[in-house]
């Protein structure tokens, strides 16, 4: 008969939500979601950037060389390695062509090819980087 009662009384209790937020915390939440998009978003941002910048780049080309494969998506029915370009609207490159002024043609690139290289690594993740020189 204890155990039955015992029984009541715990079932009686109300029990306790699992979540549970006070205000703080749900402000504490929302700064640090809003800092991690803000973030994403300006990785976005510097993507289109540098998509801009080659633009030029390929426009001051001579002619012969305007042909130049900037980008090339990724295919369809590869998943992203990148989710968050998926959720942002931002498509996922497989190759990223980098156009580099004043480097001379067969030799070693030097310090600021090297970082402008790194950069667009940075940016592109899920990308092979290629460049090419032109003078």
């Known amino acids: 008969m204890a ?5 009541k009384l715990v079932s009686s209790e ?4 699992w ?3 006070s205000l703080r915390g749900l402000l504490l939440v929302m700064t640090v979601f809003g800092v991690w998009l803000g973030y994403e978003v300006n990785w976005i941002r510097e993507r289109r950037i540098l998509a801009e910048l ?3 780049r390929i426009a001051r080309l001579p002619s012969p060389l305007r042909n ?4 090339r998506d990724a295919p369809k029915d590869q998943p992203l390695s990148v989710f968050i370009l998926n959720c942002l609207g931002e498509p996922s490159r497989q190759m990223v062509m980098i156009v580099i002024w004043g480097q001379p043609a067969g ?3 030097d310090d600021s090819t090297l970082s402008e290289l790194q950069h667009a690594a940075d940016l592109f993740p899920e990308s092979i980087i290629s460049w090419v020189s032109a003078n």
């Open 54 to 56: 080659q633009a030029e």
């Open 3 to 7: 155990s039955a009662e015992q029984a």
């Open 68 to 71: 130049v494969e900037v980008y």
């Open 14 to 17: 109300p029990r306790r939500r």
């Open 19 to 21: 979540t549970r937020w």
């Open 107 to 109: 030799g070693k690139a």
